[in-house]
């Protein structure tokens, strides 16, 4: 298969997720898209197998290097930001500890109704998981440049 | 590092596809070698050594120090 093919491949699997996403969502039911996504991973890679592969030499190796460290070492910041201001946000409000307390008149006791809001949570990940792929592929782009990609040459 | 594969080439009439395709690398990692963006690994260098029939020495050679005679 032509790579070219493969990314079209690639393409037209996203927009059928996005549908799957969209029936999986009327349908209040999370395992379609989780299945769907599991099932089109799979062929991706098994069809990945079979596109003629341009040569990837040991430069384009230590650019896939260089742009895999150079984006864990950002994203690990704006991981641990992100994560602590959310810890924060949930240690300010009400836990819903209930402490034993001597029977008689006291403090009111705070009940909090409803559980963590896991949607808002798989949101933040998403939108982590497309700023991984952003900076991965600025650093790629940056370590291209570097290591001589899109040099000029008189031959 | 800089290096002569250039010259070596040029003398040798060799394109860089040509030398690409026998080195089994593409022909923008030799473009980066020859214009000093890229410094191969120790098993790349040996390959082209033995390409060129030359000590590595001969081709590769720190940028402070003088080119290696011919």
């Avoid at chain 2, 009439?13 to 000093?36: F, H, N, S, Y």
Wanted: net charge neutral.
């Amino acid at each position: 298969m032509k790579r070219n093919t493969f990314y079209l491949l690639i393409g037209l699997t996203g927009i059928i997720l996005v549908a799957v996403l969209w029936a999986s969502i009327q349908l209040s039911m999370p395992s379609l898209i989780q299945v769907a996504f599991l099932v089109a991973v799979v062929i991706l890679y098994a069809l990945r197998r079979t596109v003629a592969k341009d040569i990837e030499d040991e430069r384009s190796n230590v650019i896939t290097q260089h742009a895999a460290v150079a984006t864990l070492f950002v994203f690990w910041i704006i991981f641990f930001l992100v994560s602590i201001g959310s810890v924060v946000w949930e240690f300010s409000r009400p836990l819903g500890i209930i402490i034993p307390r001597p029977p008689g008149p006291g403090p009111e006791v705070v009940v909090v109704v409803g559980g963590p809001h896991f949607g808002a949570l798989g949101l933040a990940q998403l939108g982590l998981l497309g700023l991984m792929i952003i900076l991965y592929g600025g650093f790629r782009i940056y370590y291209a440049r570097k290591f001589g990609d899109w040099e000029a040459d008189e031959e | 590092m800089k290096n002569r594969i250039k010259v070596l080439r040029a003398m040798r009439e060799i394109t860089q596809e040509d030398l690409a395709t026998a080195l089994g690398v593409t022909r923008q990692t030799i473009i980066a070698i020859e214009k000093g963006k890229y410094d191969p690994s120790l098993p790349l260098a040996f390959r082209i050594s033995r390409f060129f029939k030359l000590p590595v020495e001969k081709i590769f050679f720190d940028e402070d120090a003088e080119p290696p005679a011919p």
